[in-house]
């Protein structure tokens, strides 16, 4: 079904959602076909193709939300549910804080690379292929490594509408796989995950996946436990972002406005370390998480959330925006809260492996990450693929660790960012090094 289409319908719900009484509707509707291949024990488990449509109405009277959706994006359908929201909304709590959705924009920035005819026509063999190619990968590393993972394509039209005039759509599209190499020797287990995902195929290149996973779950053998002290805690690539992302999910002012987010109250504050600056970008070409507009139309900017240390702004979307009396940021939902899109940080000056000589004694967290209660700021985290810094180097993989401490004090000890990083589309992400943690030693 093409967007023209879907617009009919996304409008079609719309208008039945005013005529039966509602002040305020949005629509959205969906139309995608996915095909994906999973794997286990080393063969293909199963394969899967999906065709089909949503379509999903919020209606609001008086600030009062109703909600009503069908898998079926039908005209038929969609006015039904158009006037089921209608009827809901009236029958929910009123909400003196809703001011209003966004109206329509003069116009909305252009993004390459969201869509690419090609993964439309993908055969799903060309995705067994691949997810093969990777378990022969991983077993040219390590013969008795057992392999699960998947590969898998999307592609699809979306439209939203809502009833102050907004009328967008777009084709969007990805493509992504991933392995998980296990490696068992006795009751000493080693494993890794990696992965690669795309908008456009020439984004896509998976091959190498199997091995590196592979590679990487044989190096966490022999895992040890280390000592309880505190400590550096160097994150890589696949662990780095934990960080970041943290940050700009915490700034997401539903929760700033609820007192739910340690972020409360810190706008225009020194958060953390002078070299933390993070920026949400959404208009990367090809980008996993670039858009055009948010998830109630309003048209994206570039914002920076964190700069030099200080907290710049919150995350708003109309809701948020209209109670707070503050510009609308393009970072709204139509489900409540606030989402990002690319977070992007500043990079330093010296290599990851630079980094790494330079501290004596630490743990270096290959992937995982750290996670803060978003109320708190308190971190109280697992390390599954971790391993021991001595003397500048990786010495052994460690077992059972946690790091523990507040958020804030490890954005305030963050000393070192690296200059270089893996990417991913619409992703940078570094090594970095935060000089003093609590690290607690398995039992």
Same mark, same amino acid.
């Given at each position: &079904?093409?967007?023209?289409?879907l617009?009919?319908?996304?409008?079609?719900?719309? +208008?039945?959602?005013v005529?039966?009484?509602a002040e305020?509707?949005?629509?959205?509707?969906?139309f995608?076909r996915?095909?994906?291949v999973?794997l286990?024990?080393?063969?293909?488990?199963?394969?899967?193709?999906?065709?089909?449509?949503?379509?999903?109405?919020r209606?609001?009277?008086?600030?009062?939300?109703?909600?009503s959706?069908t898998?079926?994006?039908a005209?038929?359908a969609? #006015?039904?549910?158009? %006037?089921?929201a209608?009827?809901?909304a009236k029958?929910?709590?009123p +909400?003196?804080?809703?001011?209003?959705?966004?109206a329509?924009?003069d116009?909305?920035p252009?993004?390459?690379?969201?869509?690419?005819p090609?993964?439309?026509e993908l @055969?799903?063999?060309q995705l067994?292929r691949?997810?093969l190619?990777? !378990?022969d990968?991983?077993?040219?590393?390590?013969? +008795?490594?057992?392999?699960q993972?998947?590969?898998?394509?999307?592609y699809?039209?979306q439209?939203l509408?809502?009833?102050l005039?907004?009328s967008?759509a777009s084709d @969007?599209s990805h493509?992504?796989?991933?392995?998980m190499?296990?490696?068992?020797?006795? $009751? $000493?287990v080693?494993?890794?995950?990696?992965?690669?995902?795309?908008?456009?195929?020439?984004?896509?290149?998976?091959?190498g996946?199997?091995?590196?996973?592979?590679a990487?779950? &044989?190096?966490?053998?022999?895992a040890?436990k280390?000592e309880t002290?505190?400590?550096?805690?160097?994150?890589?690539p696949?662990?780095?972002n934990s960080?970041? $992302?943290?940050v700009?999910?915490?700034a997401?002012?539903?929760?700033?406005?609820r007192? %739910?987010?340690?972020l409360?109250?810190?706008?225009?504050?020194?958060i953390?370390? =002078?070299?933390?600056?993070?920026? +949400?970008?959404p208009?990367?070409?090809r980008?996993?998480s670039?858009?055009r507009? =948010?998830?109630?139309?309003?048209?994206? %900017?570039?914002?920076v959330?964190?700069?030099n240390?200080v907290?710049?702004?919150?995350?708003?979307?109309?809701y948020t925006?209209?109670?707070?009396?503050?510009?609308?940021?393009?970072?709204?939902t139509?489900g409540?809260?606030?989402?990002?899109?690319?977070? !992007?940080?500043?990079?330093g000056?010296?290599?990851?492996?630079?980094?790494i000589?330079?501290?004596?004694?630490g743990?270096y967290?290959? &992937?995982?990450?750290?996670?803060?209660?978003g109320?708190?700021g308190?971190v109280?985290v697992s390390? $599954?693929?971790?391993?021991a810094?001595?003397?500048?180097?990786?010495?052994y993989?460690?077992m059972?660790?946690? #790091?523990?401490?507040n958020?804030?004090?490890?954005?305030?000890?963050?000393?070192?960012?690296?200059s270089d990083?893996?990417?991913?589309?619409?992703?940078? &992400?570094?090594?970095?090094r !935060?000089l003093?943690c609590?690290?607690a030693?398995?039992?």
């Amino acid at each position: &079904m093409d967007k023209d289409g879907l617009l009919k319908i996304a409008q079609a719900a719309c +208008d039945a959602a005013v005529a039966g009484g509602a002040e305020f509707a949005d629509v959205s509707v969906g139309f995608g076909r996915s095909q994906s291949v999973d794997l286990e024990c080393n063969a293909i488990k199963s394969c899967d193709s999906r065709q089909g449509g949503h379509v999903s109405v919020r209606a609001i009277y008086k600030g009062g939300t109703g909600w009503s959706s069908t898998d079926k994006a039908a005209l038929e359908a969609a #006015v039904e549910a158009g %006037r089921n929201a209608a009827r809901l909304a009236k029958l929910a709590e009123p +909400d003196p804080d809703f001011i209003s959705l966004p109206a329509p924009a003069d116009s909305y920035p252009e993004v390459e690379g969201l869509f690419d005819p090609r993964i439309a026509e993908l @055969e799903i063999k060309q995705l067994i292929r691949a997810a093969l190619a990777n !378990i022969d990968g991983a077993l040219a590393v390590c013969s +008795d490594v057992t392999v699960q993972g998947s590969a898998s394509s999307w592609y699809g039209s979306q439209a939203l509408v809502n009833s102050l005039g907004v009328s967008v759509a777009s084709d @969007e599209s990805h493509i992504g796989t991933y392995i998980m190499a296990v490696v068992r020797r006795g $009751d $000493d287990v080693g494993s890794f995950y990696d992965f690669d995902t795309a908008r456009v195929l020439e984004d896509f290149d998976p091959e190498g996946i199997g091995a590196s996973a592979a590679a990487e779950a &044989m190096k966490f053998l022999g895992a040890r436990k280390n000592e309880t002290k505190r400590m550096p805690v160097i994150l890589g690539p696949l662990a780095s972002n934990s960080i970041f $992302d943290s940050v700009a999910y915490s700034a997401d002012a539903e929760g700033i406005q609820r007192g %739910r987010s340690f972020l409360s109250g810190k706008l225009g504050e020194k958060i953390g370390s =002078d070299i933390i600056t993070i920026t +949400d970008e959404p208009h990367i070409p090809r980008g996993m998480s670039s858009r055009r507009w =948010d998830g109630e139309g309003f048209p994206t %900017r570039p914002l920076v959330i964190m700069e030099n240390g200080v907290l710049k702004s919150y995350l708003y979307g109309s809701y948020t925006a209209g109670k707070a009396g503050v510009a609308n940021t393009g970072h709204g939902t139509r489900g409540g809260g606030a989402s990002p899109s690319n977070v !992007i940080p500043k990079l330093g000056t010296m290599t990851g492996e630079q980094i790494i000589r330079s501290t004596k004694k630490g743990l270096y967290i290959n &992937m995982g990450g750290i996670h803060p209660n978003g109320v708190t700021g308190d971190v109280s985290v697992s390390v $599954d693929f971790g391993f021991a810094i001595e003397n500048g180097e990786l010495a052994y993989p460690v077992m059972n660790a946690m #790091v523990g401490g507040n958020f804030l004090e490890m954005l305030a000890n963050v000393d070192a960012i690296s200059s270089d990083y893996r990417a991913e589309p619409g992703r940078i &992400m570094p090594t970095v090094r !935060i000089l003093d943690c609590l690290v607690a030693g398995g039992k």
